[in-house]
């Protein structure tokens, strides 16, 4: 089996091999994993270091890395998507935007999230179709942010075999596990929303919802240390009966993660540069053979577990439950068919299948509706370079206060040359 990893220059690339290499193991595991990427010296540092690491750890999983897409995907059973177009300085861009006009410019949620998915959609399609050409019945694997948007493109655009990839369910889960005391198999998570746009409305615990305990606890003054992200006005989730994924905040306490933002002396874009350069320092050392513990502030935790599970799971005949981004395919009727959502997913080597839930409910079906609008037109506008779609998604984004803004904001984006 051989997974090819576009963007393997990535200081994510290494939790990604680590996992691959644990996966290896098995029968019929991973035997060649190819990296790809455009920046030939960087990605020979990551390819060294991972190399290390699969020597240090006896794994017989065959490395290569090359500079040519098409070689790099040749035969490819997967291909994994974790591309930055731009780079971390388009990402400050961004970020730099959405101040100016006293907006959140988060990667993926706002004005950041457009800007990114204009440079990204093109350059996934591309990906791709060469993968179409000299992988065919490849299973693509998208890592990349905004992941929501990109996997509509992908999936509407380029292949229908395709899955989009986020690590926050599982990390959520993994830490409500932790500080409930139990194994995290043994919760079922009601999951319902767009990426970076989830709520969990159910716990199952042994046939039993443990949800409103969670919740109880969560409005304990304080909260649980361990359960990061999730913080509210006293009553507050109480009345919204769910618990929200840690980017909901954007929507929820807009005033507040912007005050966030803009007191930060760094932007995260800036923060991140930081933190790869020390991890590419790392990399080069040839001592180094193991994974860093540097690596875990470079955020994505789990993403190589996710990774692995779901890709697994396509192997495989009795298949896993797991929540990704896929087709709605009338699993939220709001929603048309042809819209990325992030649900629960049957997964099997027949294919991604979403499993049956209750829609959800006026607490929270206008704010997936409106996102899911600009998440939509975003779409339209990167994949055919219109710019009245563009304009039409700042407009309909609830971030975006008013016409006037988001024409503002529009004429930018043009002058930086993103469509």
């Given at each position: ?5 576009v963007g393997g220059g990535s200081t994510y690339t290494p939790e990604l091999v680590e996992g691959i290499a644990t996966w290896a193991l098995e029968p019929g595991g991973p035997t060649h994993l ?306 990325s959502v992030e649900v629960r997913c049957s997964i099997d080597r027949t294919g991604i299948t979403p499993l049956p839930l209750d829609p959800p409910d006026e607490r929270i079906a206008g704010l ?52």
């Amino acid at each position: 089996m051989k997974i090819a990893v576009v963007g393997g220059g990535s200081t994510y690339t290494p939790e990604l091999v680590e996992g691959i290499a644990t996966w290896a193991l098995e029968p019929g595991g991973p035997t060649h994993l190819t990296l790809v990427d455009v920046d030939e010296a960087r990605q020979d540092v990551v390819a060294g270091f991972t190399r290390r690491m699969l020597a240090h750890s006896g794994s017989s999983v065959v490395l290569e890395a090359t500079m040519d897409l098409r070689a790099g995907l040749q035969g490819a059973d997967f291909v994994v998507i974790q591309i930055r177009v731009g780079g971390q300085a388009g990402r400050h861009q961004d970020i730099l935007l959405g101040l100016k006009h006293s907006l959140i410019g988060q990667e993926t949620t706002g004005v950041g999230g457009l800007a990114k998915a204009l440079r990204t959609i093109p350059a996934a399609l591309e990906i791709v179709r060469i993968a179409n050409e000299v992988a065919p019945g490849a299973w693509v694997v998208n890592f990349t942010n905004p992941a929501g948007m990109v996997t509509e493109a992908i999936l509407n655009h380029g292949t229908d075999r395709a899955v989009g990839l986020c690590n926050v369910p599982r990390e959520l889960q993994i830490d409500i596990a932790s500080h409930l005391s139990l194994p995290e198999s043994s919760l079922e998570l009601d999951w319902i929303g767009l990426n970076h746009l989830g709520w969990i409305r159910k716990i199952m615990h042994r046939e039993q919802d443990i949800l409103p305990k969670v919740l109880e606890i969560l409005e304990t003054p304080g909260g649980p240390a361990n359960i990061p992200e999730i913080s509210y006005p006293k009553g507050f989730l109480a009345a919204l009966g769910m618990l929200p994924s840690s980017y909901v905040r954007y929507y929820y306490e807009t005033e507040r993660m912007l005050d966030g933002i803009r007191r930060s002396p760094l932007t995260r874009a800036q923060q991140v540069m930081r933190i790869e350069e020390e991890l590419l320092a790392i990399y080069r050392d040839e001592a180094q053979v193991k994974k860093p513990k540097l690596l875990s502030e470079r955020g994505g935790a789990w993403y190589s577990r996710v990774a692995c599970d779901v890709m697994r799971a396509l192997c495989s005949e009795e298949g896993a439950v797991h929540v990704v981004n896929t087709l709605n395919r009338g699993v939220i009727p709001m929603l048309s068919d042809d819209a990325s959502v992030e649900v629960r997913c049957s997964i099997d080597r027949t294919g991604i299948t979403p499993l049956p839930l209750d829609p959800p409910d006026e607490r929270i079906a206008g704010l997936i509706q409106q996102v899911k609008s600009y998440e939509s037109l975003g779409v339209k506008a990167a994949v055919e370079k219109d710019r009245d779609a563009m304009l039409m998604a700042l407009n309909a984004h609830p971030l975006v206060p008013s016409a006037t803004v988001a024409s503002r904001v529009a004429a930018e984006i043009i002058e930086r040359g993103l469509i």
